[in-house]
């Protein structure tokens, strides 16, 4: 417990404030862009030669109904920025997990507490899998309905009332319980990306950054060369996606939805979080989110293994 409030501590600009800080400038920009909409729309304007000044007269109740039904199902997805910054800050915080404590020395001073590499480097794993994750849900959802709650109120206030249609809708309410479902899925999915940043954070005595995107991208880069060069069969593209993409990726949200399409064939309904939903649980069936785990797991060991056996002097 007092090792996540550690690194929580360490970290809160990146894991709260940011999604904070970002989920207030789109609610700012969007409510800006309505107020200059409205204003646009008082005056008179016309678009494609038509006068759109009164909404109402030109849209149908069969227009409003499914843009109210496509509005509940997608709302949500209006978050998705905070999502990619959550992605980017688990990113660098499990890169300099354990490099940082070795450059300033405060390694020397966990050591000396009764706290094991074991449990230390598994808080780390924890916050970057779960606690992270969860803040930026909440913050994310809370974003997507005051957001949506504007675009509502601009519309009522053109004379198109959508709330009774938005209200109504299951989808509103399972939208926020949808996007939280997907937890466990961003937590295996997301393991080899982790195991892999630890460990080279780990082990790496300067710039793990560049040993961490620059190892594996040369490889490929290797590789690819030999197969243009000497004609092999090698398919480079596999280690491209199941290497380079999984070991520097799968911390981004969402980034397991291309390959769960891939595998069905099915295209992704991104604008209906119940198809999402659906289908992230679905890449439980196959085999590359297993093996990912496994290496995930893996590298975490090894994490935890070279903060036992590395010496700064």
């Not at 082990?203 to 991208?217: D, E, F, H, Q, Y």
Request: hydrophobic letters at 55%; glycine letters at 8%; a positive charge.
């Amino acid at each position: 417990k007092w090792l996540l409030k550690r690194e929580y501590w360490e970290h809160k600009g990146a894991f709260f404030w940011a999604p904070i800080v970002i989920g207030s400038i789109m609610a700012l920009f969007v409510f800006v862009s309505l107020i200059i909409a409205l204003s646009g729309l008082s005056s008179g304007m016309q678009i494609n030669g038509v006068d759109v000044t009164n909404l109402a007269s030109i849209i149908t109740p069969e227009q409003k109904a499914a843009f109210a039904a496509k509005f509940a199902f997608g709302y949500a997805g209006i978050s998705m920025p905070i999502f990619i910054a959550l992605g980017f800050c688990v990113f660098f915080f499990c890169l300099g997990a354990l490099f940082d404590e070795r450059r300033d020395r405060s390694v020397l001073f966990w050591k000396s507490l009764p706290l094991s590499d074991r449990a230390t480097v598994l808080s780390k794993v924890v916050i970057a899998i779960g606690v992270a994750p969860a803040i930026a849900i909440v913050v994310g959802c809370i974003t997507s309905i005051f957001i949506g709650f504007l675009i509502c109120l601009a519309a009522a206030i053109t004379g198109i009332n959508i709330f009774g249609e938005v209200l109504s809708s299951p989808a509103t309410y399972l939208a926020p319980l949808q996007i939280a479902a997907m937890l466990p899925i961003y937590a295996l999915w997301a393991l080899p990306t982790i195991g892999w940043l630890l460990m080279v954070s780990a082990w790496a005595r300067s710039k793990p950054l560049l040993w961490a995107i620059g190892a594996p991208v040369m490889t490929g880069i290797l590789l690819s060369w030999a197969q243009r060069m000497f004609s092999t069969d090698w398919n480079t593209g596999w280690y491209w996606k199941n290497v380079v993409g999984r070991l520097l990726a799968s911390v981004l949200p969402g980034s397991w939805i291309s390959e769960q399409a891939g595998a069905s064939g099915m295209d992704v309904p991104i604008t209906a979080m119940s198809g999402v939903l659906n289908q992230s649980w679905q890449l439980l069936g196959h085999a590359n989110i297993w093996v990912g785990a496994v290496a995930g797991i893996a590298m975490i060991y090894a994490a935890i293994r070279l903060r036992g056996w590395r010496d700064e002097g």
